[in-house]
């Protein structure tokens, strides 16, 4: 069975860095594009960028480019994203989320939701 | 970057209705690369359609796409009680992999 399992909710201040877990398993984790998407409260679905676990190429919407960092560890199946200096607007569930073998995203984590507050 | 405009924004409907929605691209699309996903509160969107028409794995019949080029559709024949849902379209012709604004499904 297919799963990606996302690290627990946080709350952190503005200025801080984080970093964010999707555990993948029951695949070959090197075979498919780990995708990010957002969710901000109250508004729609908006896709980060994504990355090759075994390659590791990686590449960004230029909303998020120099924002953000997507890599993944392919010995313990596990992508990331992070964040060197989180603001206020970073507030929003993440999702990372599987690319298919067609175009489409076929497997979604439940969602690591991310506070950011003074 | 490829913008996908989705109309209407709601769409009020009683169950047993049919229901259009629409995905327009601003620019030509490969058929191949345009998805529809539905999205419930407090839950994870799911894949419903791929390659503008093709349904995921347990997607019931009485959800299809279709289109071409720049103008996608997504038919819902009869409204069930568990359609009522935000719907977003999304392609994967071009980085970055645009999502369309949503069109909410509610119950009239």
């Known amino acids: 069975e297919v799963q990606l399992v996302q690290s627990g909710a946080e709350v952190k201040k503005p200025g801080e860095s984080l970093r964010i877990s999707c555990k993948a398993s029951g695949y070959s984790f090197t075979a498919y594009w780990i995708n990010w998407v957002r969710q901000m409260p109250g508004k729609g679905l908006e896709w980060m960028g994504r990355?090759?676990?075994?390659?590791?190429?990686?590449d960004y919407s230029p909303s998020f480019q120099g924002h953000v960092t997507i890599s993944a560890d392919k010995s313990i199946t596990t992508a990331y994203l992070q964040w060197s200096s989180l603001e206020a607007s970073d507030t929003a569930m993440y999702y990372c989320?599987?690319?298919?073998?067609?175009?489409?995203?076929?497997?979604w984590g439940r969602g690591t939701l991310l506070t950011v507050s003074s | 970057e490829i913008v996908l405009t989705q109309s209407p924004g709601t769409l009020s409907l009683s169950p047993g209705e049919r229901a259009t929605l629409s995905c327009r691209a601003s620019?030509?699309?490969?058929?191949?690369?345009l998805a529809w996903y539905q999205h419930k509160p407090g839950q994870t969107p799911r894949l419903l359609i791929y390659?503008?028409?093709r349904r995921a794995t347990g997607i019931p019949d009485r959800v299809s796409g279709s289109g071409s080029g720049t103008d996608f559709t997504l038919t819902i024949s009869r409204l069930e009680p568990e359609d009522f849902a935000v719907y977003y379209c999304q392609q994967f012709h071009t980085p970055p992999h645009t999502f369309g604004q949503g069109t909410k499904v509610e119950i009239k």
């Open positions: 989320v599987r690319r298919g073998a067609f175009a489409g995203l076929d497997y």
């Open positions: 990355i090759v676990p075994g390659d590791p190429y990686s």
């Open positions: 620019q030509t699309l490969d058929s191949d690369f």
């Open positions: 390659g503008a028409f």
